[in-house]
């Protein structure tokens, strides 16, 4: 049987951890040749040398110049660029009054205008590709509000947003859709955890909250984000597609 993406190729995100690990092993299982973003450098050339046809290119996703350099590398390496899977996040913790400037910006600068650099330095390149798209993954923060969440609900808003806009400019060559997560067991999860009035519980407490009873898994989205950029989901775009074991209609 032929894989599902043959001859594409992706640069995911937040590769080095959760879900971005995840997505990475399935869209190589299925055939993707990848370039792989992160800061960490031991966990990104691991995850290389893990994979088949994989290259780890370091830097912030914060810094134009490193989005267009991923961009260059995808296509100095593999020749093209078809997929991109947004993954890199940051939480920003604090209420409007104590939130720091500072991290005010970089929050909204990793979790959205991360991904307009990214996009920017891409679209012209998977313009080219038969078969283009691009999984943004944001978060059920998009439409629920969480104690000490402001920059992260505010910019996880805006990325959904974002990718509306951007599925209208460049249908029909370009897929462009949303994966809005629930609870996931990752670190980013129970760093989480501190935001909330009851820390000890609150990973507990969210998992208690869905409707299945349990938290996501990076495989659970890796699975949702390889339909999404896959030719199985070629009808599908401009949605925001929640995946939280329910926690949104409990
Ligand atoms: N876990 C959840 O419950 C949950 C729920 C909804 C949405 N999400 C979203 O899912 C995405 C993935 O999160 P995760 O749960 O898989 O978290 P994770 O395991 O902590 O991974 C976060 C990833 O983002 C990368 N990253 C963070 N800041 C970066 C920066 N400035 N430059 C480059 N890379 C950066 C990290 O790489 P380095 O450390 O190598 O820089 C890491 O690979 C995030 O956008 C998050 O908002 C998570």
Not at 10 to 30: L, P, Q
Not at 156 to 170: F, I, N, R, T
Request: hydrophobic residues 45%; glycine residues 8%.
């Amino acid at each position: 049987m032929s894989k599902k993406l043959e001859n594409k190729v992706c640069i995911i995100t937040g590769a080095t951890s959760g879900m971005g690990k995840a997505i990475a092993e399935s869209f190589s299982n299925e055939g993707a040749k990848l370039i792989l973003s992160g800061r960490n450098v031991e966990r990104g050339n691991a995850l290389a040398e893990q994979l088949q046809h994989a290259v780890f290119v370091a830097g912030d996703v914060s810094e134009p110049g490193y989005n267009e350099k991923l961009v260059q590398s995808a296509i100095e390496n593999f020749g093209q660029l078809d997929l991109l899977s947004l993954n890199a996040g940051m939480l920003g913790l604090g209420n409007v009054v104590d939130l720091p400037e500072t991290l005010w910006h970089k929050t909204l600068n990793v979790n959205l205008s991360a991904i307009f650099y990214l996009c920017k330095n891409a679209i012209p390149f998977i313009q080219k590709s038969k078969g283009g798209a691009i999984v943004i993954n944001t978060s059920i923060a998009a439409f629920k509000s969480f104690p000490n969440h402001p920059a992260y609900c505010a910019s996880k808003a805006a990325a959904a947003a974002l990718m509306k806009q951007m599925a209208v400019e460049y249908a029909p060559n370009i897929r462009i859709n949303a994966i809005c997560p629930g609870p996931v067991d990752t670190p980013f999860l129970w760093d989480s955890a501190k935001a909330f009035e009851n820390p000890d519980s609150a990973v507990e407490d969210a998992k208690k909250a869905t409707l299945m009873q349990r938290l996501g898994t990076p495989e659970d989205i890796a699975k949702l984000s390889l339909f999404l950029v896959s030719e199985d989901a070629s009808w599908i775009t401009g949605t925001a597609i929640t995946i939280d074991g329910g926690i949104l209609n409990s």
